[in-house]
């Protein structure tokens, strides 16, 4: 499917957060070190762990809200909530006051808005796509978020230290101008299955009611559960890219020579490192993202969800075992292929297993998968003091690979499943 045969929406979806998560990207990867330094590697990671439970919420309540008022509406206040924070984020590190407390706030609450805005982004594709291009869309998608991920390190490299306060303005105003192109310049797509009537007589408590009786049919979709479990081990670990590993090349690389040009010597320190391989990553995902897709979609979904886990697996013992700059390019490497494999395919898979009127609460319910995964994350950081990096990263490793089999044994029972209905 062409971009220029794309439906309107998605168009204006792409460019306008594009520019919104390379703004995000300038100061993201950085914050985990901002916290670890105000409030101590053990707070931070507690405090981190703390301002997903609310995300965790957020993410299902998007879910619903995307069903019964609309992804568009959903989309709208979310992004006009995240620049309201990043706005308020600004202040609390700005020259005249300076709040590490009220900054971490905001940033949960950027959180929480991001968690109402995703599933209700995702049905938005599911609902204008046809299924057989859908793999290439959300690749497409996961792609430019990618392109942010390098090119928003390198300027917030340049930027963050000495304008931090100018970026998060910037970040803010971004947000809010989203929110406002969405509201002109898109419609809504959600389907008339989805919108249930309200009781005209209804209670305050029906809305909370009507919401958990649908996520209890969710939860009895025994392959969706145990794709989300799955998934929630898996997330330990690519979520650590902005949480151990900064932290991790902060304390362990000190002035290593990354290469020779004559008579100039160019070296990194901890922050440089973490930098260069989280542009690695995005530089990887920016142009391999629609090739590799391309090429799994020619296995079985079984084979790459299992193998993209025991390849993170893989590649979390090699950032253990070394802290040499290339090593840790080499392992960088290796985990990008693990995430490359599934990025396409995760969100075909849940709009596959979805009923139409439920979708957007499927792919809410299937964020899980990292709301609730950066939820217990962040435990790695305390973890690092408690146990040590060694430890910290094979037990990492070892959750990978659970989630591989349980990756494995869900397959196993979603293949029976289509078979026993193409008998039927």
């Given at each position: 499917m062409r971009l220029r045969d794309w439906d309107q929406n998605l168009k204006v979806r792409l460019f306008g957060e594009a520019l919104m998560n390379i703004t995000f990207w300038m100061f993201f990867p950085f914050l985990t070190i901002y916290f670890a330094e105000s409030f101590g590697k053990g707070k931070a990671g507690f405090l981190l762990i703390f301002s997903q439970v609310f995300s965790v919420f957020a993410n299902l309540l998007g879910g619903y809200t995307a069903d019964r008022f609309g992804r568009k509406r959903m989309m709208v206040i979310s992004a006009f909530g995240q620049g309201i924070a990043f706005l308020v984020f600004a202040y609390a590190v700005s020259p005249w006051y300076t709040s590490p407390m009220l900054g971490f706030i905001c940033f949960a609450l950027v959180g929480v808005f991001g968690s109402i805005y995703w599933p209700a982004s995702q049905a938005m594709v599911a609902d204008v796509v046809p299924e057989k291009d859908r793999s290439n869309v959300f690749a497409i998608f996961y792609t430019s978020i990618n392109v942010a991920?390098?090119?928003?390190?390198?300027?917030?490299?340049?930027?963050?230290?000495?304008?931090?306060?100018?970026?998060?303005?910037?970040?803010?105003?971004?947000?809010?101008?989203?929110?406002?192109?969405?509201?002109?310049?898109?419609?809504?797509?959600?389907?008339?299955?989805?919108?249930?009537?309200?009781?005209?007589?209804?209670?305050?408590?029906?809305?909370?009611?009507?919401?958990?009786?649908?996520?209890?049919?969710?939860?009895?979709?025994?392959?969706?559960?145990?794709?989300i479990v799955a998934g929630i081990l898996a997330a330990q670990t690519f979520m650590q890219l902005d949480l151990l590993f900064p932290v991790y090349t902060k304390d362990t690389v000190n002035n290593q020579t990354v290469f020779e040009l004559g008579s100039k010597v160019f070296t990194v320190n901890g922050e440089q490192a973490f930098g260069l391989i989280l542009s690695e990553n995005g530089l990887f995902v920016a142009l391999f993202t629609v090739f590799v897709t391309k090429w799994?979609?020619?296995?079985?979904?079984?084979?790459?969800?299992?193998?993209?886990?025991?390849?993170?697996?893989?590649?979390?013992?090699?950032?253990?075992?070394?802290?040499?700059?290339?090593?840790?390019?080499?392992?960088?490497?290796?985990?990008?292929?693990?995430?490359?494999?599934?990025?396409?395919?995760?969100?075909?898979?849940?709009?596959?297993?979805?009923?139409?009127?439920?979708?957007?609460?499927?792919?809410?319910?299937?964020?899980?998968?990292?709301?609730?995964?950066?939820?217990?994350?962040?435990?790695?950081?305390?973890?690092?003091?408690?146990?040590?990096?060694?430890?910290?990263?094979?037990?990492?490793?070892?959750?990978?690979l659970f989630s591989a089999g349980l990756y494995w044994v869900m397959f196993r029972m979603y293949e029976n499943k289509r078979a026993s209905e193409k008998v039927v």
């Open positions: 991920v390098v090119v928003g390190p390198i300027l917030g490299a340049i930027f963050y230290v000495k304008y931090r306060f100018e970026l998060m303005v910037a970040v803010g105003i971004i947000s809010i101008l989203l929110a406002l192109v969405l509201a002109k310049w898109t419609r809504e797509t959600v389907p008339a299955s989805a919108q249930k009537e309200k009781a005209a007589d209804g209670k305050w408590y029906d809305f909370l009611k009507n919401q958990l009786a649908d996520y209890k049919v969710i939860v009895q979709d025994r392959i969706f559960l145990m794709f799994m979609i020619s296995f079985r979904e079984r084979n790459v969800f299992v193998l993209s886990s025991i390849v993170y697996a893989v590649a979390i013992l090699m950032f253990g075992a070394t802290n040499w700059i290339w090593g840790l390019i080499a392992a960088m490497a290796v985990f990008t292929l693990a995430e490359l494999m599934t990025a396409g395919l995760q969100q075909t898979f849940i709009s596959n297993l979805a009923p139409e009127h439920m979708r957007g609460q499927y792919f809410a319910a299937a964020s899980l998968r990292y709301t609730i995964g950066r939820t217990i994350a962040p435990i790695s950081i305390p973890l690092t003091v408690w146990i040590g990096y060694g430890w910290t990263f094979f037990i990492l490793s070892i959750l990978a």
